[in-house]
């Protein structure tokens, strides 16, 4: 993504929170609702940012969380959404369309993927996972899985 491009889709995220919190009450989460299910990635990023700096929410949000996860193909969308996973709401739900990301094309996904699944060690499939990726390509994928694996022991 061009510098430029990342600093307006940036500029327009924020104002994006700034209206969503001006409307709602946090705890309400109506529009991020329909920002997660939105068919533009710059509304679906602006919700998990809106999360990440925010209370995790109980209720659909999670769910929809997770079900994006599953579907969701614009990469800034499914980083942010992977590292929500691992920092903002550990969620058991997450852990096989986490896994199955491993194999993703763009290095810098399973770069997340590696760091999320280390807050699900205690699942086998994520122990699975990251010794995959310490297989991986890539030096970053390889180090975080290494990163990762040796917080287990």
Not at 52 to 73: F, H, K, M, T
Not at 79 to 88: A, D, G, P
Not at 109 to 135: F, H, K
């Amino acid at each position: 993504m061009v510098a430029s491009d990342r600093a307006r889709m940036e500029d327009e995220i924020y104002d994006i929170e700034k209206e969503v919190f001006r409307r709602e009450s946090i705890s309400e989460f109506a529009t991020i609702r329909d920002l997660i299910v939105s068919d533009t990635p710059t509304d679906r990023l602006a919700a998990v940012m809106i999360l990440y700096r925010g209370e995790c929410p109980n209720g659909a949000i999670p769910d929809l969380l997770v079900e994006r996860l599953r579907s969701e193909s614009y990469v800034e969308v499914l980083k942010h959404l992977i590292l929500w996973f691992r920092y903002r709401h550990k969620d058991a739900r997450a852990i096989k369309p986490i896994c199955r990301l491993s194999n993703h094309a763009d290095y810098m996904v399973r770069t997340c993927v590696a760091d999320a699944l280390g807050a699900y060690i205690d699942s086998d499939e994520a122990v699975q996972a990251l010794a995959r990726l310490t297989q991986d390509q890539h030096p970053n994928v390889r180090h975080a899985a290494i990163e990762e694996l040796k917080g287990r022991s």
